[in-house]
């Protein structure tokens, strides 16, 4: 099993609907989640922190399920700019290093 | 404020030949990390720094591949000699005070 795994989709959606994906990861003991953005040909670009109480920022909810060991991203309302692919990361820390898993992606297209 | 530097942005170059990428994080971030995109195996982390020092290379693919970070301001990725598969895109990140890390725009190596 991989250490995080994301649906690759595409998931093709029609603007205005609302879209979640889901990030599973292995190691139980993680501590930091993060979602991130990145456009074709661009650098992945930071959409929002995961805390285990939850966050919303204007459309976008981002939530943590320590009991089954995933984190989740919903879309509301979504719009022909939200086409991207949405990484997710995972962040374990040792006693002095932390280890970084990226999820390999999952491609959003938002059609008219 | 300036973002995580990096330069070239496109590298073509005959295999055999030495690469070398450069990054400037962004100033005041004590973690550097310099990741490879491919389609094939996604975003993989090389290595990372902490205060300038090298705390996990374990993703450095071989003894071709080098890193290192003189000063705060500044590192470099080494590929001697480079290899058609070395052909992917390099990012460099630096982390901020929340684990969130912040990408540089990347070097888009091809190597013929």
């Known amino acids: 099993r991989k250490e995080v795994e994301q649906d690759p989709g595409p998931f093709n959606v029609p603007e205005g609907a609302t879209v979640a994906f889901n990030c599973t990861y292995s190691n139980s003991a993680s501590q930091s989640f993060f979602w991130y953005r990145q456009d074709c040909r661009k650098e992945p670009k930071l959409l929002m922190s995961v805390y285990s109480s939850g966050n919303e920022d204007g459309r976008f909810t981002a939530q943590l399920n320590r009991a089954s060991q995933y984190i989740s991203l919903l879309i509301r309302d979504s719009k022909l700019s939200d086409s991207a692919t949405y990484l997710c990361?995972?962040?374990?820390?040792?006693?002095?290093?932390?280890?970084?898993?990226f999820g390999s992606g999952t491609r959003l297209s938002i059609r008219p | 404020d300036a973002g995580v530097i990096q330069s070239p942005r496109h590298e073509v170059t005959e295999m055999g030949q030495e690469v070398t990428l450069r990054c400037k994080p962004i100033s005041g971030h004590n973690s550097l990390f310099w990741y490879r995109q491919t389609m094939m195996r996604g975003l993989e982390l090389l290595i990372y720094f902490n205060n300038n020092v090298p705390i996990d290379d374990s993703g450095m693919p071989e003894d071709r591949f080098s890193a290192k970070m003189p000063n705060a301001s500044f590192s470099t990725l080494k590929i001697q000699p480079s290899e058609p598969r070395d052909s992917a895109v390099y990012f460099c990140?630096?982390?901020?005070?929340?684990?969130?890390?912040?990408f540089g725009p990347g070097t888009r190596l091809t190597v013929t």
């Open positions: 990140a630096s982390r901020g005070d929340l684990d969130e890390q912040y």
């Open positions: 990361v995972v962040i374990d820390w040792y006693s002095s290093a932390s280890k970084i898993i």
